[in-house]
């Protein structure tokens, strides 16, 4: 039987902490090489930015930073993941975006609904949160002037369309879809009691609408409440006993509440698209959709004649939803989205061709299409 020394084990132990040290060495380097590249990167925006003002043209250029992320992406070999990176380079924009503006960005609150969450995604931390308490609110904010951008959920993969904003969008034309962010949305039951001791669940409607048949199955006994927001709910779990929250894991560490169970979503594939607002036009990116919404005859095959236009063009819609029109009459307003750009010959002529079948139609907006954030 051979066994080791002493001297053989701290030779082991020695030459392990010099590899350690060399290593530490070569990554304080590397941090500073680093240092160096963001900051030589972060003099480029500043110049571009003050190009831009010269110009009269915006900060925020969703469509070139959507660009600049699927260029890193593309090009990422690894070891860290496609999340990881993501959230570097945004944090990098959106600092040096800081440098020409700081943007003021108005979201569905309270501190990490899922609303927060997006708004985070897609400017980073380097902007002035504006915090309010409906979606109507966060439109008003953007037309007032008060708010550069706002985010709010346009429709949902499992409940469809939300019809506060599309409400929003009737009531004020004149706002514009500049960006899209599509993000999946994992829900959690959190509280500080045992599953047996929940007697009320609180979140969104569209929340709880989302994993109804996993809460009727795991916690029928349960009252489920429709409150504001899931961190809304998180804070009312917080505070009374007996009560339990579904909202996002960001949500339970804020409120100090213990995530039960995890990913309750019904779907696996739950996600929500948002939408950022603001008043100016989208810039071509090569790869867009156009947003609009359009208001027909009330007779026998005007919807028909209106949706013929885009196969005739052979134009592929992506989204498409009705809206009361709240008039007298029993009519509706409708909502679709589509593959392309006004700028392109053959959306500029489906537009126009609209134009003569419909009684009324705005476009919302042009933007980049974005992939799902996980």
Known sequence: MTRKTEGGGNHTATKSAGTLRQLRSQIDKLDLQI????????????????????????????????????????????????????????????????????????????????????????????????????????????????????????????????????????????????????????????????????????????????????????????QLIEVASTAVAAELAQREPGAAAVASRQAAVKYGLKVLYPDIEDQQNNETRFAIIGLQEGERSGRDKTAIMFQVAHQPGALVDALNVFKTNKVNLTWIESFPAKSAKQEYIFFVDFEGHPEDPKIRKTLDALEKTCEKIVVLGSFAVSDVIE
């Open 35 to 222: 240092l160096k590249l963001i900051n030589e990167r972060a003099q480029c925006a500043a110049e571009i930015g003050r190009l831009k003002t010269e110009a009269g043209a915006e900060v925020f250029s969703p469509a070139r930073e959507e660009e600049v992320l699927q260029n890193v992406l593309n090009a990422n070999k690894g070891p860290l993941d496609s999340q990881t990176v993501r959230g570097i380079f945004r944090e990098l924009m959106s600092g040096s975006r800081a440098l020409q503006r700081v943007l003021k960005v108005a979201y569905l609150g309270p501190e990490y609904s899922f609303s927060h969450l997006a708004a985070i995604e897609r400017f980073g931390s380097a902007v002035d949160f504006l915090r309010v308490g409906s979606i109507a609110a966060v439109f008003e904010e953007v037309q007032r002037g008060h708010a550069d951008h706002g985010v709010v959920p346009l429709d949902n993969s499992t409940d469809g369309r939300i019809a506060d904003t599309l409400e929003m969008f009737i009531r004020l034309p004149q706002i514009r879809i500049c960006a899209e962010l599509r993000m999946r949305i994992h829900h959690n039951l959190m509280a500080n009691c045992s599953q047996q001791e929940i007697r009320r669940i609180y979140s969104k409607p569209q929340a709880l609408s989302q994993c109804r048949n996993w809460l009727s199955k795991n916690v029928p006994h349960a």
